[in-house]
C-alpha cells in the first residue's frame, strides 16, 4: 500500500512542503503589514531628522565657535601690533619735540641740523 520509493509520493511530499512555506511566508508578509504603524513610522522618521538637524547644528556651532576664536586671535595680533607701534610712534614724537626745543634754544648750532638720529 505504500511504497516509500513511489516518485509520486515524494512528488507530492515536497510539493506540500513548498506550498506550506509559501503559505507560511505570505501569511507572515500580511502579519507585517497587519501590524505596521504608519503612524509610528512617521514619528520615527522624524526624529531621525531631527535628530541629525540637531548633529548638524553643533557640528555648525563647533565651527562658528572655532572661527570665533581664530577671528579674536587675529584681531589680538593686530592691537598688539598697533601698540608697539603707537609706542614708537610716541617715541619719536618725543624725540622730535627735544630735537625742537633744543633747536629753538640754540638757533645757530650746525650739530642740531643734521637730519633725524636712527
Known amino acids: 500500500m505504500f511504497d516509500p520509493s513511489d516518485f509520486n509520493l515524494i512528488l507530492t511530499g515536497g510539493m506540500i512542503l513548498v506550498v506550506a ?22 514619528q520615527q522618521e522624524l526624529t531621525q531628522i531631527e535628530q541629525s538637524q ?30 608697539e607701534l ?11 619735540r627735544q630735537q625742537l626745543a633744543l633747536t629753538q634754544q640754540n638757533p645757530g648750532d650746525p650739530a642740531l641740523k643734521s637730519g633725524p638720529e636712527f
Open 21 to 42: 512555506w509559501a503559505l507560511r511566508k505570505t501569511f507572515r508578509n500580511q502579519r507585517r503589514v497587519r501590524d505596521r504603524n504608519p503612524l509610528h513610522e512617521a
Open 54 to 83: 540637531l548633529n548638524r547644528l553643533n557640528q555648525l556651532e563647533i565651527k562658528l565657535y572655532e572661527y570665533g576664536r581664530e577671528v579674536e586671535a587675529r584681531t589680538d595680533n593686530r592691537l598688539r601690533v598697533l601698540d
Open 86 to 96: 603707537l609706542q614708537e610712534a610716541d617715541r619719536e614724537i618725543n624725540r622730535l
